[in-house]
C-alpha cells in the first residue's frame, strides 16, 4: 500500500536516552518533513529535506537530528532526550512543486520522563 | 513575526453550514491550504488556494483574500463524520508551512 510510515507508534523514554523516529515513504517523493504537535500548538516544523543527500533545519530544530541518504527514509533523532520533547511527531512528504500537498504518516506518540 | 489565528472550537449541527476563518500574517506567500485532522489521526489534505476568490470542491469550498492576508473554509450540509480539527497553513516565503492551531469542530445532531 503506498504512503508513509512511521515507527514506533508510541514511546516511552526516560530523559537523558537516545532515541531514532524511523520515517519511510513509497510515493518516491522528493521532499520530507518532521513536525511536532504540541496540544493548543500548530504543527511546528523540526527539520526537512528537499531531496535525498540535503536537509534543512525548520522552526524548532535544537535537540534533533536528521539524514537522507536516501528517496524513501528520513529518521529523526533525538540525542539526549527532554521531558520538553515529550510530543506527538508527524513526518510528512511531498512531491515537488509549490502547490503539492504533504502526505502525513500516521504519528508517534513520544513520553519523555 | 509570522503568526496564524482561527478560532479554537465551533459547534454547528448536522445538515447546516459553517464558516471557519483563518487570518495569517507570515514573511512572504505563496499559498494557504487547509487540512482535516481526526482526532488521534495525521492531518489529511483539503485545500489549497494562492489566487484570491472560492475554489469549491464538493461539500467543502475554500475562500481567499491575499490583500486582507484572510481565509475561509466552507462545510456545507454538514455531516457527523465531518467532526474533527481544522487546520489553517500559510506557506511563506522559504516555502514552509507556517500552521494554525486548528479549530475544533463539533457536530451536534
Given amino acids: 500500500i503506498a504512503g508513509i510510515t512511521q515507527a514506533p507508534t508510541s514511546q516511552i523514554l526516560a530523559a537523558g536516552r537516545r532515541m531514532t523516529l524511523r520515517c519511510t515513504q513509497d510515493m518516491r517523493h522528493n521532499a520530507m518533513y518532521w513536525y511536532r504537535q504540541d496540544l493548543g500548538l500548530g504543527l511546528r516544523l523540526i527539520h526537512y529535506s528537499n531531496t535525498a543527500g540535503t536537509t534543512g533545519k525548520g522552526e524548532v530544530p535544537d535537540g534533533y537530528s536528521v539524514s537522507r541518504a536516501n528517496t524513501d527514509d528520513f529518521p529523526l533523532t533525538l540525542a539526549s532526550a527532554v521531558p520538553s520533547q515529550t510530543s506527538v511527531y508527524f513526518c510528512a512528504s511531498s512531491a515537488a512543486g509549490v502547490s503539492n500537498e504533504q502526505f502525513f504518516g500516521p504519528g508517534t506518540r513520544l513520553t519523555v520522563l | ?109
Fill in chain 2, 1 to 109: 513575526g509570522q503568526n496564524i489565528d482561527q478560532p479554537t472550537e465551533m459547534t454547528a449541527t448536522e445538515g447546516a453550514i459553517v464558516q471557519i476563518n483563518c487570518t495569517y500574517q507570515t514573511s512572504g506567500f505563496n499559498g494557504l491550504f487547509w487540512y482535516q485532522q481526526h482526532a488521534g489521526e495525521a492531518p489529511t489534505f483539503l485545500s489549497y488556494n494562492v489566487l484570491d476568490g472560492l475554489e469549491e470542491k464538493g461539500r467543502f469550498s475554500s475562500f481567499l483574500s491575499r490583500s486582507k492576508g484572510y481565509s475561509y473554509l466552507l462545510l456545507k450540509e454538514l455531516q457527523m463524520k465531518d467532526s474533527a480539527s481544522y487546520l489553517c497553513a500559510s506557506l511563506n516565503s522559504n516555502y514552509q508551512l507556517i500552521w494554525g492551531a486548528g479549530t475544533k469542530l463539533i457536530i451536534k445532531p
